[in-house]
């Protein structure tokens, strides 16, 4: 991948560092995230063709705060300092910065002094509206600077050395709190640093597949475990296209899917993509192994444990097998890699989460450069079905943790049809696309109620909504409730084992997403 132009950012722990990766690559340039302390040596091997150094929480006159060798400004490609990196540039080039008694939080306007080419396309002197954070300031620039915009708190609020191609801002143009930041980048990366806006899904196929054939060469086979999600769907389909029939996909059934998902899944890559998929028929094992077990987290530890057997199993039943394909994406690897520091735990990808090490099988992980809604991208682009692309999240233990109590097989069944009329009736209502997560969860919990003159003892049905970004916070979703009375009459109607239905309007936190 050395032909493409990559925009090196070196990261300060700033919580937006993520953020200027992805308005770099938005304008089709492609950037990579590295910790600010990699050395020259390393960044002269990548090679960049510009160089973003983001904001960080430290302050640059403090005595051990981040730091990096002055050389970077020798290396003839341009550099943006973004808050502390243009602080940290002031200082490293011979000016002075100090603690500034007025501290900037927050909105600001920032007026740009002259025209330069980071701020064409805006007025000289007509202010916008940017977003600070920074407690420091640069009092002196260094020398070959001039001021090319300030703010009401920041008399150095942007300068630069036009002849060396460096250029600082104190304010933050990668949020969104900053409306013209995006134009600010793209004058960083088109007028001055005259990169190409080249990189997109389409080429990164092309680079993909080209780097996993380099990776595993003329034979042995790559096992991919799919789970129907989004990420190994994904993945699968760009394997296949690398290696084609050398790629064999496991796909357990473990008797905790929904209704039609192992069809489903064998429709697309066995009958579309044509993919050796190997459907491993396991849910007697699980429910065996679940039976009696109400615990949520022993019943995601059964679960895994279990996974891992059945994978390890079937991998080594695969003549030639040499490699494993994991869905890690760029998230966890910058995660991994900041310097922070590792962070405690490495989110494992839930499909082949907590296999063994001494597997003997080496890593293959062609979406560590992608973030998520890049993966959706992709998966457009290989013709993976819009459906699957735009799946809504579904955890790894499955039906077990929607399914309170014990997992009886009945009880899974009645689980299961409930939640086919949930996800058919908000899919027919157009909403699915615009929903994190909708599903059923069945309660252990009876009640009485009167259906054709009979009474009625059986269980309650939950139906669960929730909008997120990313999981970790979420809201409950203000369903229509013409919607919510179809869905609860046809459950009742149509599902056998249940008599009552409830609708979940607990945000995340307190509640979670799931249940268990
Ligand atoms: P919670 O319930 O913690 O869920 O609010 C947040 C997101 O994670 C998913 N989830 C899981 N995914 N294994 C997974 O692979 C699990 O054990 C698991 N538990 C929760 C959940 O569906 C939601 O998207």
């Not at 929904?258 to 489903?264: F, I, L, P, S």
């Not at 003997?360 to 998520?372: A, H, N, Q, S």
């Not at 997560?437 to 259906?451: D, H, R, W, Y």
Request: proline share 5%; with cysteine; hydrophobic share 40%.
């Amino acid at each position: 991948m050395s032909s493409r132009q990559t925009v090196l950012i070196l990261d300060f722990g700033s919580q937006y560092t993520q953020l200027i990766a992805r308005r770099i690559r938005e304008q089709s340039v492609y950037s990579e995230i590295h910790p600010y302390n990699i050395g020259m040596e390393r960044i002269r091997e990548l090679a960049p063709a510009a160089i973003v150094l983001s904001g960080g929480p430290s302050s640059c006159i403090e005595e051990g705060a981040p730091t990096i060798s002055a050389e970077i400004y020798e290396l003839g490609v341009p550099v943006l300092g973004i808050c502390y990196g243009a602080q940290l540039t002031a200082k490293l080039l011979g000016g002075k910065v100090e603690y500034s008694e007025k501290h900037e939080y927050g909105r600001a306007e920032l007026a740009p002094l002259k025209s330069v080419d980071l701020f064409e396309g805006f007025e000289a002197g007509e202010g916008f509206e940017v977003w600070m954070s920074h407690g420091d300031r640069v009092h002196t620039l260094p020398d070959g600077f001039h001021l090319v915009g300030k703010s009401q708190n920041s008399p150095a609020a942007a300068f630069a050395c036009e002849r060396r191609q460096i250029y600082c801002v104190q304010f933050h143009p990668e949020v969104a709190h900053t409306p013209r930041g995006s134009e600010v980048v793209a004058n960083f990366l088109f007028r001055i640093a005259k990169l190409e806006p080249t990189w997109s899904m389409a080429s990164f196929v092309d680079e993909a597949v080209g780097t996993v054939r380099a990776q595993v060469g003329d034979e042995g086979r790559i096992i991919c475990g799919l789970s129907g999600g989004v990420d190994s769907s994904v993945l699968a389909s760009l394997l296949h296209k690398a290696i084609g029939d050398r790629l064999t996909c496991i796909f357990v059934d473990n008797g905790l899917l929904r209704a039609g998902e192992r069809e489903y899944v064998e429709a697309v890559f066995r009958d579309h993509f044509h993919v050796d998929l190997r459907v491993i028929d396991a849910a007697d094992r699980f429910l065996e192994k679940l039976h009696g077990e109400t615990d949520p987290e022993r019943k995601r530890k059964i679960i895994g444990v279990e996974f891992i057997r059945i994978f390890e199993e079937e991998s080594g039943s695969i003549e030639n097998a040499k490699w494993l394909a994991q869905g890690t994406l760029y998230p966890d690897v910058i995660e991994s890699v900041s310097f922070k520091g590792p962070s405690a735990v490495i989110k494992s990808h839930h499909n082949v989460g907590g296999l063994p090490e001494d597997m003997d099988l080496e890593l293959v992980e062609p979406l560590r450069e992608l973030f998520k809604d890049e993966v959706r991208i992709l998966g457009r682009e290989l013709g993976v079905p819009e459906e699957m692309v735009k799946r809504q999240p579904f955890p790894g233990p499955g039906l077990a943790v929607r399914c309170l109590g014990d997992l009886h097989r009945t009880r899974l069944d009645t689980l299961r049809e409930a939640d086919k009329i949930v996800d058919d009736e908000i899919r027919a209502a157009g909403l699915y696309d615009d929903i994190w997560q909708s599903f059923g969860v069945l309660l252990p919990v009876k009640t009485v109620g009167v259906m054709g003159d009979q009474r009625t003892y059986a269980e309650v049905f939950a139906i669960r909504a929730v909008h997120s970004v990313d999981g970790m916070t979420a809201d409950w979703v203000h369903l229509p409730y013409e919607l919510l009375s179809k869905i609860s009459t046809r459950v009742i109607n149509e599902v056998r084992g249940i008599n009552r239905v409830v609708y979940d309007i607990t945000s995340k936190p307190p509640g979670t997403i799931e249940w268990e």
